[in-house]
């Protein structure tokens, strides 16, 4: 099915420009109506009447997607970016998705009457994207990418990945686990990749767990017990990696002296002293939030915005008192 996003790319524009011609928008400049009605043509592309309504609306909302609010990743998100849309006049809707039914967020944010939609951290599943693409509504994913052609900011996971297997390698560790979640999200699957590769680069041994984890009490039980265990433990999130800290030192493990643990997104949490886990994330300076929240009203107002700007930022490491070499 021809979809508002096929049109924009035959014609070389924004998805929001396609949805302006179709509303008869007066700010739309001449040329680009032309090129826009062109395509609509050749596709031979028929707009869901439903979507245009809605975008034809002057709403005042921006809908907020992401996963649950105990990952810190997503609080932040959710936190962050609902600020940036107040400062900016909008109403802010939250649409938290259920990790057992991950494809009904997709279904009711599409047929939402917000103006624009900003994804943060999710499980990208099936038609999910596909239909924020059918939609007619602006869309720029947060802290993750995705495979359609939508807009994005966010880290470079898999340079993360790749950047958390160097720092470990160059503490000695020969023997590491990693503890992922789900490969349904892009941002853990990007992770795990890039330190898969680096890992297999520097020809180290790796224990891995990954994919949804629903017992990582056991999960860590079972590396732990192991006769050649490993000296160093990589979490795919800071939340994961926190967990595992909380495990380890439960059943009389010392942090980092007996095991390293290192995490991945440099939230706030895991630079409180309580925690001090290192990690490889952005630093406070770079706020992707505010630069989502930025790409996705020019995509909103501008007309010059033909594009589809992405914006993948590399990581740093953050060393903290979890790690150490052995």
Same mark, same amino acid.
């Given at each position: 099915?021809?979809?508002?996003?096929?049109?924009?790319?035959?014609?070389?524009?924004?998805?929001?420009? *396609?949805?302006?011609?179709?509303?008869?928008?007066?700010?739309?400049?001449?040329?680009?109506?032309?090129?826009?009605?062109?395509?609509?043509?050749?596709?031979?592309?028929?707009?869901?009447?439903?979507?245009?309504?809605?975008? !034809?609306?002057? !709403?005042?909302?921006?809908?907020?997607?992401?996963?649950?609010?105990?990952?810190?990743?997503?609080?932040? +998100?959710?936190?962050?970016?609902?600020?940036?849309?107040?400062?900016? =006049? +909008?109403?802010?809707?939250?649409?938290?998705? @259920?990790?057992?039914? #991950?494809?009904? *967020? +997709?279904?009711?944010?599409?047929?939402?009457?917000?103006?624009?939609?900003?994804?943060? #951290?999710? *499980?990208?599943?099936?038609?999910?994207?596909?239909?924020?693409?059918?939609?007619?509504?602006?869309?720029?994913?947060?802290?993750? $990418?995705? @495979? =359609?052609?939508?807009?994005?900011?966010?880290?470079?996971?898999?340079?993360?990945?790749?950047?958390?297997?160097?720092?470990?390698?160059?503490?000695?560790?020969?023997?590491?686990?990693?503890?992922?979640?789900?490969?349904?999200?892009?941002?853990?699957?990007?992770?795990?990749?890039?330190?898969? $590769?680096?890992?297999?680069?520097? $020809?180290?041994?790796?224990?891995?767990?990954?994919?949804?984890?629903? @017992?990582?009490?056991?999960?860590?039980?079972?590396?732990?017990?192991?006769?050649?265990?490993?000296?160093?433990?990589?979490?795919?999130? @800071?939340?994961?990696?926190?967990?595992?800290?909380?495990?380890?030192?439960?059943?009389? /493990?010392?942090?980092?002296?007996?095991?390293?643990?290192?995490?991945?997104?440099?939230?706030?949490?895991?630079?409180?002293? /309580?925690?001090?886990?290192?990690?490889?994330?952005?630093?406070?300076?770079?706020?992707?939030?505010?630069?989502?929240?930025?790409?996705?009203?020019?995509?909103?107002?501008?007309?010059? *915005?033909?594009?589809?700007?992405?914006?993948?930022?590399?990581?740093?490491? +953050?060393?903290?008192?979890?790690?150490?070499?052995?």
């Amino acid at each position: 099915m021809v979809s508002s996003i096929d049109v924009a790319k035959l014609a070389g524009v924004s998805q929001a420009t *396609v949805s302006r011609v179709l509303n008869n928008s007066e700010k739309v400049y001449a040329p680009t109506v032309e090129k826009v009605n062109a395509a609509i043509q050749q596709l031979n592309y028929r707009p869901n009447a439903a979507a245009r309504s809605l975008v !034809s609306r002057k !709403s005042g909302i921006i809908a907020l997607m992401c996963g649950p609010l105990d990952d810190p990743e997503n609080a932040e +998100f959710a936190g962050k970016t609902i600020a940036y849309a107040q400062e900016k =006049g +909008f109403i802010a809707e939250l649409h938290i998705q @259920d990790p057992k039914e #991950p494809s009904t *967020v +997709f279904g009711t944010i599409s047929k939402s009457q917000a103006e624009g939609i900003i994804a943060g #951290p999710l *499980v990208l599943v099936g038609t999910g994207v596909e239909m924020l693409e059918t939609s007619g509504i602006p869309y720029v994913f947060c802290g993750t $990418e995705h @495979d =359609g052609e939508g807009s994005f900011v966010s880290m470079d996971n898999h340079a993360a990945g790749r950047m958390a297997a160097d720092y470990i390698c160059g503490l000695n560790h020969r023997l590491v686990g990693w503890v992922g979640g789900s490969h349904g999200e892009r941002r853990l699957r990007d992770r795990y990749t890039g330190f898969l $590769e680096r890992m297999q680069e520097q $020809e180290t041994q790796i224990l891995s767990a990954t994919n949804a984890i629903p @017992d990582l009490d056991a999960v860590l039980s079972a590396m732990m017990a192991r006769k050649d265990r490993p000296t160093a433990i990589v979490a795919g999130t @800071d939340a994961i990696g926190a967990e595992a800290i909380d495990f380890l030192i439960a059943y009389g /493990y010392s942090i980092p002296e007996d095991i390293t643990v290192v995490g991945i997104g440099n939230s706030k949490q895991s630079a409180m002293n /309580y925690l001090s886990l290192s990690s490889i994330g952005l630093s406070g300076e770079t706020d992707i939030f505010e630069a989502a929240m930025d790409l996705l009203t020019a995509q909103m107002d501008d007309d010059s *915005v033909n594009t589809v700007p992405n914006d993948r930022i590399l990581p740093q490491l +953050f060393q903290r008192k979890s790690s150490c070499a052995v």
